[in-house]
């Protein structure tokens, strides 16, 4: 029972800890004093180049076949992510400095390439970074080490759809149906309904039924047989295409998930 109170009290708790600044806000949290600086907190930043003072490959931070990128992202706070574990700390911004604090981390266990990636990350960030360059396509970071670390920007939802969205719970069915609707002909859809916690964050039971949704969820891939409820952000698409979804919604976490077949 303990460990389903605990689960069920997570997603409200989080909806506040993982809030983030509005892209374009003028404070330390991914903006600095210049105002023709670009947000930080606009973009994921993703790893596309490491070298050491010497100019040769970090190759421990380089994603190999089929690994996502290391990648930065700025909010109150910055998270960062090289493959197993999330690292997340305060940070302030001042002019070319960007100094971030004592960072905690999730404690997975990982494969030893994606542990030591996870150190070497850790590593370069503990002391403060300098910004050589920061365009809306480009951060380049140079640490104390004199390590260069050049990451692209990724636009994130609220930049590409203008605003912060709406956070809502999903309950995603463990299979998928035949549906229909518009230009889908023949199409299988996931199996939705909405779920709700009352003031203390305990999931209320739902009478409601399971419905088609129509279009898909943004970084969410389904695995048959297996439930899960989504805490994703919702975003109202302005001037949307003839028969084309008017929201858009993007995954923030997998709250719970369970396998259903035996």
Known sequence: MLRAALTLALPLALLTACASTTPGSTDNNGSSNDSSAIALNAYHWQLSA???KAGQPITALQATAGQKPVQLDFGDRISAYAGCNHLSGGYTVNGTSLSIG???STMIGCPQELALRDQVLGAALE???T??????QQLVLVTANGDVLDFKGVPTAET????PGQTVFLEVGPELKPCTHGVMANAQCLQVRPVHYDEHSIKQPSSEAFS???GQIEGYQHEAGVRNVLRVKRYDIANPPADAPSQAY???MVVESEN???
């Open 50 to 52: 490491a070298t050491d």
């Open 250 to 252: 993007v995954l923030d």
């Open 131 to 136: 910004i050589r360059t920061r365009t809306s």
């Open 212 to 214: 088609h949704f129509y």
């Open 127 to 129: 002391k403060p970074l």
């Open 102 to 104: 004592n960072m905690i």
């Open 160 to 163: 590409r759809y203008g605003g």
């Open 260 to 262: 259903t077949r035996p």
